[in-house]
């Protein structure tokens, strides 16, 4: 069966130091996607990337970059000099038929 | 609107109550996907529809829950008889893809539901 871990549960950091969070996923399917998801306090999700499983380039967009590789089936995201606004929980989510299997999420606090 | 929406925000029910939970999404987003996220978890699948078709009704956890998109817009979600496991974050999402095609999906803000 698909599944996602997010090992951490809770990381702190003071703000400017940089952050990553991980991923691991089990798949049987040969084509899949990836996604990174934020959810801050109001409680809505934000998309912040979708990954498939052919292009295993990291992606870099402003402070946020991901590594996805496929032999360690991880695909981690990295917040340099993270921000008090960064406070959020983070998921991560794997492609399954129909739907989103979502791991439990790493609440990352940011202080200042 | 510019974004998915949901109604009511909050809901509180009695155990044994009916509730309907609605979600409008994006206009022009053919995919719509109920999840359900307790508290200190991620979500987790209920339902998907492709228009106004279910073609997946995979994870609602019992025949109380039932959801329905008749028009190919709006969607209602219906808890029967509520009991207070059902106490959770329902959450919609859309997307403009069809099956299979796994664009992002835009997420509503929820509507929390507490069965007392």
């Known amino acids: 069966a698909q599944k996602v871990t997010q090992a951490q549960t809770e990381i702190s950091v003071v703000e400017k130091e940089d952050v990553t969070l991980d991923c691991v996923y089990e798949t049987r399917d040969t084509t899949y996607y990836l996604f990174w998801y934020k959810q801050p306090p109001s409680g809505e999700l934000v998309f912040l990337i979708r990954?498939?499983?052919?292009?295993?380039q990291n992606e870099i967009s402003g402070r946020y970059s991901w590594n996805f590789q496929k032999s360690t089936s991880s695909f981690n995201f990295t917040i340099t000099a993270s921000q008090v606004v960064d406070s959020a929980v983070y998921f991560c989510?794997?492609?399954?038929?129909?739907?989103?299997?979502f791991g439990t999420g790493t609440r990352l606090q940011v202080f200042p | 609107g510019a974004g998915v929406s949901q109604s009511p925000r909050y809901k509180v029910a009695k155990r044994g109550q009916d509730v309907a939970l609605r979600c409008d999404p994006i206009s022009g987003h053919v995919s719509l996907f109920w999840y359900q996220q307790a508290l200190g978890q991620g979500p987790e699948f209920l339902t998907y529809f492709q228009n106004e078709a279910q073609l997946d009704k995979s994870g609602l956890p019992s025949d109380r829950f039932f959801a329905e998109r008749p028009e190919g817009s709006v969607s209602t979600l219906k808890i029967q008889r509520t009991q207070q496991e059902d106490s959770a974050v329902y959450l919609c999402?859309?997307?403009?893809?069809?099956?299979?095609?796994?664009?992002?999906?835009?997420f509503g803000p929820g509507t929390r539901l507490t069965v007392l």
């Open positions: 989510a794997l492609s399954e038929s129909d739907k989103l299997i």
């Open positions: 990954r498939n499983s052919f292009d295993e």
């Open positions: 999402a859309s997307s403009i893809g069809t099956r299979g095609t796994y664009n992002e999906q835009f």
